[in-house]
């Protein structure tokens, strides 16, 4: 056994050697393919994820996005506007602290939550099947991000507990924060319109 | 109706009962109600009381489950109660909020994962139009479950696994191979893998099905804590690094299941 692995080793380190034995074993492939933090599939063509970048690129090849709702703060860096804007991704940028139409003068810091405002202007966008296939993100992917997911749980018919459930999933070892939580379960979700034509399969009740 | 209204009823007899004799209480008191009664708190009764009978026979020694199981006025009873709240939840279907299975998540495609579904959570698969079910665990799949997969026309795959602890070196990848190959099988999609919690079996499947999509093992073992969170157990994040995956890639491009789609 420790011989084996030895000599396969030995193998692996000497690129010259060429031993047919070593082409069938079976290697990690070179490229890593990596996610960004945080990631997970929400729904059909609907995911969420922490602040994505140039690093992400192969794996969001991968998404074919139409669209990125960008709950952070800060401005994503040139070089994946860049990325963007030469795939044809739609930024949609909601809750950011320059935001055009300030909510009653109130500066947004990034550790504010989101309001109910800037929440219904994420959800009106993901309602829209033309928007599809969407990322949701925020810096970590914990807070901003849950808080939208959260809401459209609601809007879908999950129970709070559940939504608290998922939520927590993705804050990490600092755990849920209860004003999110609050901002959830606050949330009316009457206020979001949707034209069942236009939505996505999913989302519509049977 | 208030909080305080529900809980005292059912609960003022279930805190009465002798653990030990719970079975025997339960028995005579759901038959003394009349079954015409149409009450919710009738069923609701009912259904605490079906849930505290779950529980015992999860927490009895193997040697009283098989006691109970030989029983057959028990096993009648329970039908009894499994028809009882399967009614009352085909009734209150439109009304009740939907509930996913903890650690409920869509993987990749028509890929679910969760832990183990429970009666409540049935309105909410419904919506999932599951073809098919993975099951990990070893355990028969409950009556309750089963009449579920029946009415819906789910398949059912039970590769058992044992979860063991300690040594956890005990995850057979043969299994896993076995099982990857049920999963990326688009006949059986839509799919929901499920264990006992959703944790740690289930996590080390999909940190293959990972494998399969070239993530970066960091952003693997990331998603498998996030799930597996506060249980986390490093012998299986060393399982899903060293898994030999040269027998499912194959498989995979024989019937050229690669690359997974995402929608």
Redesign the interface.
Known sequence: MSIDNTTIQDQDDNNTNTNKQLRKISHPPALRIIPPLNFCPVEKQLYRSGQPSIINQSFLNELNLKTIIWLASEEPSDDFLEYCNYNDINIEFIGMINEFEYDQQRLQNPWDSLTDSTIRKALQIIVQKKNYPILISCGMGRHRTGTVIGCLRRLQGWNLASVSEEYRRFTGARGGRILVELLIEGFDINSVEIDLEKAPDWLKVD | MSMTDLNDDPFQMDEDFDSSSNKKLIYTSSNSIPPSQNDIHYMRSNIEQLKLENNNTTTNTTEEEEKFEEDLDDKLDLNLQNKIQLEYEKQQLDN?????P???????GKIYRSSFPQPSNFS?LN?LNLNSILCLIPEDYPILQNEFLQDNNIKLFQLGMSGNKEPFVKISSELITEAAKIVLNPKNQPILIHCNRGKHRTGCLIGVIRRL???????IF??YR??A?PKERPMDQQFIELY???EI?KHCHENNLL?LK??
């Open positions: 009740l909020p939907l509930t996913p903890e650690n409920f998540a869509l993987v990749v909410f919506k999509q070239n993530w970066s093992l960091t952003i990331d998603e996030k799930f969170s030999d995956d040269a890639k690359p995402w929608d």
